[in-house]
């Protein structure tokens, strides 16, 4: 090799390592969603929330880890709302960018299959609105000891709905509108069903849909049949919107119920008048003070109001960057011992990790829907 050659390589590989010591002040986390599909509004909702949060701390310093501060990176991917594409992304991110940790996996059917990945790679993910049990604990009743959540879960809001339903309403026959191929639906249907049934009230109805339909008047034909009192609908606000207009359309005129998949900006702007007096389960007081800072940064910022995953992984990264910073460290083994002892008061309530990674003693909020504002609010306690 020519001596010329010897120095534009020297030259290049000391280039290499200024490159390389710039990187070690910066810690890479990673972030999967749908930022397109079906779900985008969401997906995209949290990609801005997470970049936002970067962007403040690196405008400080960056975070302090054991007394040095370093940048923080958002690795983004786009997981289309599909679990073969979360998987796939899932493993790009701990093979090939080498993240320290992975915020967001916002819905169960793309977090459930990516908790095998997480254990193997020891990378701790923290799901933001992925209420499934299945998230956190395996079939067979093993926790996935890398996988952790920042909201509570489907046996607690599907208990909350029917305690509604059942007490505060005196409704005591109930029809279930489900997507059969969701595992958020089906669970929180089958915990609405078993918690409504065990306080004395009857499912005349229990009927679903496949994902991506848009037409449901066939299954609330069947619905209207059964002549319940009341309606739980555990699906996302998109079809909410339009099962609630075409119910509407048919006849039904019964309260529409459901879970945390309805919180959306859009979903009065889609289903107009159809949901007036209708409720649903939330993660949060919109208006409360805790969310207030968030919610005006994040207008001021993009232009529009922050929805409901803005505030989840918010919370979901502010646990990871709490649990490096009483770890003083890091590396994966590290943060995921930290968060197993995470408690802490996030936008979304008092996040304090139980033993299968969930948070306990988490409050839910129920909403009801009137007029173009969701104005009436009554919180339950999780211990209750």
């Keep these: 090799m020519r001596a010329s050659s010897i120095g534009l390589l020297l030259a290049a590989l000391a280039l290499v390592g200024c490159a390389g010591a710039q990187k070690s002040n910066t810690i890479k986390i990673g972030w999967f969603g749908p930022e397109t599909g079906d779900s985008a509004l969401w997906g995209q909702a949290e990609l801005n929330t997470v970049q936002m949060m970067a962007a403040d701390y690196n405008a400080q310093g960056g975070v302090d880890i054991g007394g040095k501060k370093y940048q923080l990176q958002i690795v983004p991917y786009d997981d289309k709302g599909d679990s073969t594409e979360a998987v796939n992304v899932a493993k790009r991110l701990v093979s090939q960018d080498k993240v320290v940790a992975i915020v967001g996996a916002q819905g169960s059917g793309e977090a459930i299959p990516v908790a095998p990945i997480m254990d193997e790679a020891k990378v701790p993910l923290v799901a933001s609105t992925a209420t499934n049990p299945k998230v956190t604990v395996t079939e067979s009743g093993q926790v996935h000891p890398y996988v952790f959540r920042a909201c509570f879960t489907d046996p607690y809001q599907g208990?909350?709905?029917?305690?509604?339903?059942?007490?505060?309403?005196?409704?005591?026959?109930?029809?279930?509108?489900?997507?059969?191929?969701?595992?958020?639906?089906?669970?929180?249907?089958?915990?609405?069903?078993?918690?409504?049934?065990?306080?004395?009230?009857?499912?005349?109805a229990e009927v679903s849909y496949t994902s991506g339909e848009k037409d449901f008047r066939a299954p609330l034909t069947k619905i209207k049949a059964a002549k319940p009192d009341i309606i739980f609908i555990p699906a996302y606000y998109n079809?909410?919107?339009?099962?609630?207009?075409?119910?509407?359309?048919?006849?039904?005129?019964?309260?529409?119920?459901?879970?945390?998949?309805?919180?959306?900006?859009?979903?009065?702007?889609?289903?107009?008048?159809?949901?007036?007096?209708?409720?649903?389960?939330?993660?949060?007081?919109?208006?409360?003070?805790?969310?207030?800072?968030?919610?005006?940064?994040?207008?001021?910022?993009?232009?529009?109001?922050?929805?409901?995953?803005?505030?989840?992984?918010?919370?979901?990264?502010?646990?990871?960057?709490?649990?490096?910073?009483?770890?003083?460290?890091?590396?994966?083994?590290?943060?995921q011992k930290a968060l197993?002892?995470?408690?802490?008061?996030?936008i979304t309530g008092h996040i304090k990790i139980g033993p299968e990674h969930n948070p306990v003693g988490k409050d839910a909020w129920l909403i009801k829907i009137v007029g173009p504002d969701m104005k009436f609010q009554e919180k339950f306690s999780a211990t209750s």
């Design 159 to 204: 208990k909350v709905a029917a305690y509604f339903a059942y007490q505060r309403l005196a409704k005591r026959n109930a029809a279930i509108l489900m997507t059969i191929d969701d595992p958020y639906s089906t669970g929180l249907s089958q915990y609405f069903k078993e918690s409504f049934e065990q306080l004395g009230g009857k499912v005349v």
């Design 340 to 346: 197993e002892t995470t408690d802490i008061q996030g």
């Design 239 to 335: 079809d909410v919107a339009l099962a609630a207009k075409q119910a509407r359309d048919l006849g039904i005129n019964q309260i529409l119920l459901g879970g945390d998949g309805w919180p959306s900006d859009n979903l009065i702007s889609l289903a107009g008048k159809a949901l007036e007096g209708c409720m649903f389960i939330n993660h949060l007081d919109f208006d409360g003070p805790e969310a207030q800072p968030m919610r005006d940064e994040y207008k001021a910022k993009y232009g529009k109001n922050a929805e409901l995953n803005s505030y989840m992984v918010h919370d979901a990264l502010m646990m990871v960057i709490d649990a490096m910073q009483r770890a003083k460290a890091f590396d994966g083994p590290s943060i």
